[in-house]
């Protein structure tokens, strides 16, 4: 199913697929390497790249990682990756962009949170193959969606228990049903 392909650094390639998209790949390889994984910490496997270190640089860490994020999006279409792989990747830098906001933890957790290794990973899994999304793939995607789901509604809800509740205490009030009405 894989081989070496002639003069790479011994990543293997998927058969079938034409050689400009292997070159493709191999040039996202040697980008996410640079972003992701250029140093490692002596005595331990942890490795990580310029993307912690440039998200220190207001503003220019969320660029980088955004454009290099967006050119593995690009050529997974280009590539039909299947479109719950391609949610899976949008959702996997939404995760990074999101937690990249908050200040410090947001770089930390860049050592950790690769979105750019674990997409081209997804990227070069599912393009020119005929591979079908797995079970895990749909799990991650729903699962994401639940969540963010719930951290909108939960929240109403419990102020819609707290206005209804302040109505039946303040007899001839209609905060609920005023605001209802409103939305």
Known sequence: MHSTHPGTSGETLAQGRDP???QAIQSMHRW???LDRAF???GTRMRFGWDPILGLIP???EVSTGLFSLFILIHARRLQV???IRARMILNVLIDVVTGAIPFVGDAFDFVWKSNTRNLSLLEKHAGSRLKPGV???IFVLGIAAAAA?????PLLVLAAILHELESLLPGTRLFSTILIRL
């Open 136 to 138: 895990s793939d749909w």
């Open 32 to 34: 996410s390497q640079i």
């Open 20 to 22: 400009q998209t292997d």
């Open 150 to 154: 719930a951290i909108v509604l939960v």
């Open 40 to 42: 490692r910490i002596p």
């Open 59 to 61: 503003g220019l860490g």
């Open 82 to 84: 299947p479109g719950i």
